[in-house]
Structure formats: C-alpha cells, structure tokens
C-alpha cells in the first residue's frame, strides 16, 4: 500500500543544478516476529520514502516553487540542462530525473502486494530514474543496487540513496557500499545499456558484480523502439549468466506495431519478441489499465528460455 503527495525542495539537494520538487510515499511493510526463518507476520509498520527529482513546472521567475530561492540557494534558474554534455547522457535519459512514470508506480504497488518476490533477494535495478521502484524494495526487505547512466546515478540516484538511508548496511546480502532503507538497503552504480557490463562496478577491492544478483527490476525502460535492443540484451545477458529472473513492467505508449513506420514508441509485443530473440521466456504477472489512451501496463515475469522454471 502507498500513499504519496508532493513537498518542496529539501537542503539535500542544493547545488543540484536545477529545481527539485519531493514526491513523499509511505509504503506500509509487514513486521515478522523473531521467531526464525519462516516466522508469521505479527502486524504492519510505515517506512516513508521522499524521492526527488527535476521540477519541470517550477516557475523561471527566480523563485523556488515555496515562494523562496531555488534548490540551490541562487536566485536564478539554469535555462541549460547541466547533465547534458556528461558521458552516457541522452534526451531519454534526462527523462529520468523528472518523473515517476506510470509504469513505474504501478511495478512498486505489484511489489508492495507481493513483497516475497523481493524480500532478502539482491536484486538490481535497471534504468532506476529517480529510483522509486528500488527503493521501494528495499523498504519491503530487498538489497538493492540501483542503476543507470553516470549522470542519473550520481546527481539523483545518489541523492535519493542518501536522504532515505539510516546507516551503513551490514548484513551479508547487502551489495557494497550500501545504506540501510527500510527492512532492507540500497546502494547505486553506473550501469549504461549501450557499454559492456562492468566487471567490477563497485571497484577492484570486491569481486562482488552484478551477475551476483537474485533479482532484476525494471519499469519503462523501453518506451522508445530505440532503447528496447540495448535494453534486452543487457538484461538477456544478466539472466543467461547467473540472474535467475527478472520483473519488467512495460507501459505501452506505441500508435502502431509497425517498427518500419518510423513511429517512435515501442509496442508491448515488439518487447516480448526481443526478449524472446534474446533467449528469454516471458509471462504476465499482472495486467492493468493505463491511465489514458485506452493501452496497458503489463507486470513481466523473464527467465533464460532454458531455465525450465518460467513462473
């Protein structure tokens, strides 16, 4: 269960280089008694998450949207977008900093309604954005490690990590570097579809690499036909080298199948065959109404093809 509304500009995010407004959620997690491993559920308790991300509505009159200066402390507004030279860097990844996407909070509520997909898993987060859907497992007990280009990771991932984190995590599961959030905890790395996959994405000291994860997430990753083949074929390597399994949600915004129209927006089912293509199996997990436009948001579950497990 969530709850979310919006707030304003926090001091963590001055000198961020833009305005940022702070979406709040409470998502509501189950407590366990101390019973051991497979102990009952003994009532609920609320982890508040605050996510912050580009204000694209705020005002360009020199005024933060309270009324006061902007989130960095300066009373001007940058009318250049200062992620835009870094390396990695797109107009699709800038996308990220502004929103939480429809497909997005739809994959936190599936997981919020079944959090033992999640729950004590390393799980990694692909094209985490503003990192709603990570952070969310880890509030549900997952140890997450949340990733996208070098621009998001650092100026927003890292920023959300950190004003949602309450000390260094310790368990055994948790990924390098990582902070407690909720039952579980949350760290980031750089991880761009478009390179190859790091061998050592935390630094040389830990052999520990994302190949070592249980889970793999993802929400409106491939909105764009020209996101969906690095995008499938990062995440078909992960799950044919060690990732057991993947949970997608995929937000269809497509006006046609056709990818020889020209038209920009990926269908669900181009999706479903690239991941096929891909050496990977697919099945719906959860199905529900968009908001508008009279398309879908599909919840899939994705195994390598020859796993013969497919849920």
């Given at each position: 269960?969530?709850?979310?509304?919006?707030?304003?500009?926090?001091?963590?995010?001055?000198?961020?280089?833009?305005?940022?407004?702070?979406?709040?959620?409470?998502?509501?997690?189950?407590?366990?008694?101390?019973?051991?491993?497979?102990?009952?559920?003994?009532?609920?308790?609320?982890?508040?998450?605050?996510?912050?991300?580009?204000?694209?509505?705020?005002?360009?009159?020199?005024?933060?949207?309270?009324?006061?200066?902007?989130?960095?402390?300066?009373?001007?507004?940058?009318?250049?977008?200062?992620?835009?030279?870094?390396?990695?860097?797109?107009?699709?990844?800038?996308?990220?900093?502004?929103?939480?996407?429809?497909?997005?909070?739809?994959?936190?509520?599936?997981?919020?309604?079944?959090?033992?997909?999640?729950?004590?898993?390393?799980?990694?987060?692909?094209?985490?954005?503003?990192?709603?859907?990570?952070?969310?497992?880890?509030?549900?007990?997952?140890?997450?490690?949340?990733?996208?280009?070098r621009a998001?990771?650092?100026?927003?991932?890292?920023?959300?990590?950190?004003?949602?984190?309450?000390?260094?995590?310790?368990?055994?599961?948790?990924?390098?570097?990582?902070?407690?959030?909720?039952?579980?905890?949350?760290?980031?790395?750089?991880?761009?579809?478009?390179?190859?996959?790091?061998?050592?994405?935390?630094?040389?000291?830990?052999?520990?690499?994302?190949?070592?994860?249980?889970?793999?997430?993802?929400?409106?990753?491939?909105?764009?036909?020209?996101?969906?083949?690095?995008?499938?074929?990062?995440?078909?390597?992960?799950?044919t080298n060690?990732?057991?399994?993947?949970?997608?949600?995929?937000?269809?915004?497509?006006?046609?199948?056709?990818?020889?129209?020209?038209?920009?927006?990926?269908?669900?089912?181009?999706?479903?065959?690239?991941?096929?293509?891909?050496?990977?199996?697919?099945?719906?997990?959860?199905?529900?109404?968009?908001?508008?436009?009279g398309k879908?948001?599909?919840?899939?579950?994705?195994?390598?093809?020859?796993?013969?497990?497919?849920?």
């Amino acid at each position: 269960m969530t709850r979310c509304d919006d707030g304003g500009a926090r001091d963590g995010w001055r000198g961020c280089g833009h305005r940022v407004r702070v979406k709040t959620l409470d998502v509501v997690v189950a407590r366990e008694n101390a019973e051991g491993e497979g102990a009952s559920t003994t009532g609920e308790e609320t982890v508040r998450l605050r996510i912050g991300m580009k204000d694209l509505g705020a005002r360009d009159d020199g005024e933060g949207e309270d009324g006061g200066e902007d989130g960095d402390g300066t009373d001007e507004s940058p009318e250049v977008d200062p992620y835009f030279f870094d390396e990695g860097y797109s107009v699709a990844a800038s996308t990220g900093f502004a929103r939480v996407w429809e497909g997005a909070e739809a994959l936190s509520s599936f997981l919020t309604r079944a959090p033992e997909r999640c729950r004590g898993k390393r799980v990694v987060e692909l094209g985490a954005g503003v990192g709603e859907c990570g952070l969310v497992a880890a509030c549900l007990g997952a140890h997450v490690c949340l990733t996208d280009v070098r621009a998001v990771v650092q100026n927003v991932i890292r920023r959300n990590v950190e004003q949602n984190g309450d000390g260094e995590a310790t368990t055994r599961e948790a990924w390098p570097d990582s902070t407690r959030v909720g039952r579980g905890s949350a760290t980031r790395a750089t991880l761009d579809w478009c390179e190859p996959i790091p061998e050592h994405p935390f630094g040389t000291s830990t052999t520990v690499g994302f190949r070592d994860a249980d889970l793999i997430i993802a929400a409106e990753c491939v909105w764009l036909r020209e996101l969906l083949p690095p995008f499938a074929a990062t995440a078909a390597t992960l799950l044919t080298n060690g990732v057991p399994e993947m949970i997608l949600s995929v937000r269809d915004r497509s006006s046609t199948e056709d990818a020889s129209s020209g038209k920009a927006f990926a269908h669900t089912n181009e999706v479903v065959r690239e991941f096929e293509n891909a050496g990977c199996a697919l099945t719906t997990l959860h199905r529900q109404p968009a908001e508008d436009d009279g398309k879908d948001i599909v919840v899939f579950h994705i195994r390598a093809a020859d796993d013969g497990s497919i849920e």
